[in-house]
């Protein structure tokens, strides 16, 4: 009586282990990155390919932890969160979707608020830890380019 329990747990489990395994193994992984430069400055593309690219383009580099059930749900919604808030890739897409100057601020403010990258993602990628020489290259390029854009729209 107790080993047929115990078969019928153990037999369970794994059932339930290989149901979520295939649940939440997506499509997303499989997905080829999309080539080609970012729409940044050249300056700027280091930082933004060690910083951001795994979340804020369509060439993320998916970690082996990130095939774990339940694991991999989560990051995937993150990075889908995270691209439909800034996408670096659309930036340079054809025809070309330009960052309005709110986006560019606000990648100015989550940096420089330490918001950006996130920690979980800074303790997982020790490399995506932006220095304030980074923060600031991000600012400055976001003051430069409203500034750009007020004296266009400022023109008659």
């Known amino acids: 009586m107790l080993v047929k329990r115990k078969t019928r747990i153990v037999v369970f489990t794994a059932l339930a282990l290989g149901v979520s395994m295939a649940v939440s193994s997506t499509n997303a992984h499989r997905r080829k990155p999309t080539g080609g ?3 940044v400055p050249t300056h700027l593309r280091p930082i933004i390919t060690r910083a951001c690219r795994d979340c804020h383009t369509d060439q993320t580099q998916w970690p082996w932890y990130s095939r774990l059930p339940l694991l ?9 969160k995270g691209r439909e808030h800034v996408n670096f890739s659309t930036w340079a897409s054809n025809p ?7 986006q560019l601020q606000e990648v100015c403010d989550a940096v420089s608020d330490n ?9 997982m990628h020790p ?16 003051d430069m380019a409203n500034s750009l854009s007020q004296s266009h729209t400022d023109e008659p």
């Open 37 to 39: 430069d970012l729409a």
């Open 72 to 80: 991999s749900l989560l990051i995937e919604r993150d990075v889908q």
């Open 96 to 102: 070309p979707r330009k960052p309005t100057r709110n």
């Open 115 to 123: 918001a950006m990258p996130p920690r979980a993602y800074r303790l």
């Open 127 to 142: 490399e995506a830890r932006l220095s304030l020489q980074d923060v600031n290259a991000l600012c400055d390029w976001a």
